[in-house]
């Protein structure tokens, strides 16, 4: 089974207008964080937003929040106020397990694509 | 503070040859994992260091290896070179110390064309 799974391989959305990306994820291991990646066409992964499984609030950082839903295990972006700099890959990743495992594991990603 | 840096940018290589791709953490950053990425396949774990000792591998053949200096620095090395080896390799830096809300900041990635 799919570890993270992002069921929207790309999405169209008008300049200004919020956007949420879905993220769904499974694992048994009651410790584990969750966080959202941007990467435009150059390559590099920009880490945009965290989420911890023991967190009561949902994630915000700026634009971005992570609506964070445990039990449904749901952890989606939401964008707001979208801009044409928006438009990129964005991938979310969980990381579980005991201390020191650095290892995170990736969904397959959203291309985002924002219109003017 | 500088970002994770990765050499060289680009690489063309052909079938059997060896490759070798560097990568430079953030200042105080410990540990260093290594992904590759593949239309096909996605983003995978390839393996992660931590005071020069790996301490996490994933599930790739041998030919795949690396290491980590004194620094922190860290180098990847891919020996006998097959055509699926092109991908683009990211490289990523942490603290290595907290779990489980430890971010990982990558660098740009190397890209690699295996000919």
């Known amino acids: 089974a799919q570890k993270i799974t992002q069921t929207q391989p790309g999405m169209f959305v008008q300049e200004k207008e919020a956007v949420t990306l879905d993220c769904t994820y499974d694992?048994?291991?009651?410790?584990?964080?969750l966080f959202w990646y941007k990467q435009p066409s150059s390559g590099e992964m920009i880490f945009l937003i965290y989420?911890?499984?023991?967190?009561?609030q949902n994630a915000t950082e700026g634009r971005y929040s992570l609506n964070f839903q445990k039990a449904r295990k749901s952890a989606n972006l939401v964008i707001s106020a979208s801009q044409l700099g928006d438009s990129a890959m964005y991938f979310c990743?969980?990381?579980?397990?005991?201390?020191?495992?650095?290892?995170?594991?990736f969904g397959t990603g959203t291309r985002l694509t924002i219109i003017p | 503070k500088a970002g994770v840096t990765q050499t060289p940018r680009y690489l063309i290589k052909t079938r059997g040859q060896q490759v070798t791709l560097s990568c430079s953490p953030i200042?105080?950053?410990?540990?260093v994992s290594w992904y590759q990425q593949t239309p096909g396949q996605g983003l995978q774990f390839l393996f992660e260091?931590?005071?020069?000792?790996?301490?996490n591998k994933g599930n790739f053949p041998g030919r795949f290896s690396g290491r980590q200096f004194s620094n922190s620095r860290s180098e990847m090395n891919v020996s006998t070179l097959e055509l699926g080896d092109s991908a683009l390799y990211l490289c990523?830096?942490?603290?290595?110390?907290?779990?489980?809300?430890?971010?990982?900041?990558f660098g740009p990635g190397t890209r690699l064309l295996v000919l």
């Open positions: 990523a830096s942490s603290l290595g110390q907290a779990f489980p809300q430890e971010t990982q900041y």
């Open positions: 694992t048994s291991d009651p410790s584990y964080g």
């Open positions: 989420q911890g499984s023991y967190d009561q």
């Open positions: 990743a969980m990381r579980e397990g005991n201390f020191g495992n650095e290892k995170l594991t």
């Open positions: 200042s105080g950053h410990r540990s």
């Open positions: 260091y931590f005071s020069e000792t790996q301490r």
